[in-house]
C-alpha cells in the first residue's frame, strides 16, 4: 500500500471533511516499502495507527521466500515505523504454512527482540496449497515435537493437530515455485562470463 497514492489521498479526504484526530488507521505491508513522509505526518494526527508487517521468516529464509524482497530493507522499515512515535503501532502477522514453520523460532525470536508487547504478534495459519492441514501426519509429528515445550507456540500447535493427512500434495509444486524464482532471482545476480 505505500506504492500507491490512495492511502494519503483517503486520509486527505477525511482531513478536510472530517476529524482525523478520531481516526483509527489499520494498514498491511510487505515492508519492502517506507512510508513517506506525508503518510507518516498523516498518521501522526490521527488517533491511532496499527501497521502489520507480514513478516514470514527473517533472514536468510525471508530472502528465499520473499524472493526479490530484501530482509535488510523489511527489517529497516519495520523499526521505522516503530520509532514514529506513541500513536503508531507496530504489529507483526506472520502467515505460517508448509513453507516457513521450520524458520518460526527465528521470527519469534526477531520478534522478542523488537519490545513489542505480546499481542503484537498476530499469527495467521496459511490457507490454500502451503496449508499445514496438507501436510504428512509424519510431518506434522515432528512439528509437533518440535513445538510441544514452547509456551509461545499454541497458535502454531492448533494449526498442526492430529487431523489427518488431506493427500493434498501440491504444496510441493508451490515450494517448487519458491526454488525456481529464487534460482532465477540469485542467477541474475551473477557475474556474466565474457
Known amino acids: 500500500p505505500f506504492m500507491s497514492s490512495r492511502p494519503v489521498e483517503l486520509l486527505k479526504h477525511i482531513q478536510r471533511t472530517g476529524d482525523i484526530s478520531q481516526l483509527q488507521v489499520q494498514s498491511n505491508t510487505n515492508g519492502s516499502i517506507k512510508p513517506n513522509d506525508e503518510l507518516v505526518d498523516l498518521w501522526r494526527q490521527s488517533?491511532?495507527?496499527?501497521?502489520?508487517?507480514?513478516i514470514d521468516a527473517v533472514g536468510r529464509a525471508f530472502n528465499y521466500i520473499r524472493n526479490p524482497l530484501s530482509w535488510e530493507e523489511v527489517e529497516q522499515n519495520v523499526n521505522f515505523v516503530k520509532s514514529l512515535g506513541n500513536n503508531i503501532h507496530v504489529k507483526i502477522a506472520p502467515v505460517v504454512g508448509v513453507h516457513n514453520i521450520d524458520n518460526f523460532l527465528d521470527t519469534y525470536q526477531w520478534f522478542s527482540?523488537?519490545?513489542?508487547?505480546k499481542d503484537a504478534l498476530c499469527i495467521h495459519r496459511c490457507w490454500g496449497a502451503l496449508d499445514l492441514a496438507n501436510a504428512s501426519e509424519s510431518l506434522k509429528k515432528v512439528w509437533r515435537k518440535k513445538l510441544k515445550n514452547e509456551p509461545w507456540a499454541d497458535p502454531l500447535l492448533s494449526m498442526i493437530q492430529d487431523t489427518g493427512a488431506t493427500n493434498d500434495v501440491s504444496w510441493i509444486r508451490w515450494l517448487n515455485i519458491i526454488d525456481q524464482r529464487s534460482e532465477e532471482h540469485t542467477s541474475e545476480l551473477q557475474p556474466r562470463g565474457l
Not at 47 to 54: D, L, N
Not at 113 to 117: F, Q, R, S
Request: charged share 15%.
Open 113 to 117: 527482540t523488537l519490545g513489542l508487547p
Open 47 to 54: 488517533k491511532s495507527v496499527e501497521i502489520y508487517f507480514s
